[in-house]
């Protein structure tokens, strides 16, 4: 059982940058996938980013790449999400989710555990 806790949203202006954190519980994190995915008003929840259980390999959403950075800290069972040059069309809640095994890192029905999302709002 993985329980995920994410943190760091907020309301930031348009080209700004806020960093995402999510925190999770149990021993054995270093052996899950990590996602985020997020979900704006009206609109159904889409993949954003997800690193290997390593932290080798990452995988983004087109339209965050070049702006958004996973990365992970094992020794802290933690991921995090860069979001810089952040645009009004980010806005959404973000959410963190964990996967065993490899490939789908971009579909959420390949996650087995997810947080309760943290806010993101981007002001024009």
């Known amino acids: 059982q993985v329980q995920l806790v994410e943190s760091g949203g907020g309301l930031v202006q348009a080209g700004g940058s806020l960093r995402l954190s999510c925190a999770a519980s149990g021993r054995t994190f270093s052996t899950y996938a990590m996602g985020w995915f997020r979900q704006a008003p009206g609109k159904e929840r889409e993949f954003v980013a997800a690193v290997t259980w390593g932290g080798a390999t990452t995988y983004y959403a087109n339209s965050v790449k070049g702006r958004f950075t996973i990365s992970r800290d094992n020794a802290k069972n933690t991921v995090y999400l860069q979001a810089n040059s952040l645009k009004p069309e980010d806005t959404a809640v973000y959410y963190c989710?964990?996967?065993?095994?490899?490939?789908?890192?971009?579909?959420?029905?390949?996650?087995?555990?997810w947080g309760q999302g943290t806010h993101v709002t981007v002001s024009s």
């Open positions: 989710a964990a996967k065993r095994g490899p490939g789908g890192y971009n579909f959420q029905t390949s996650y087995d555990y």
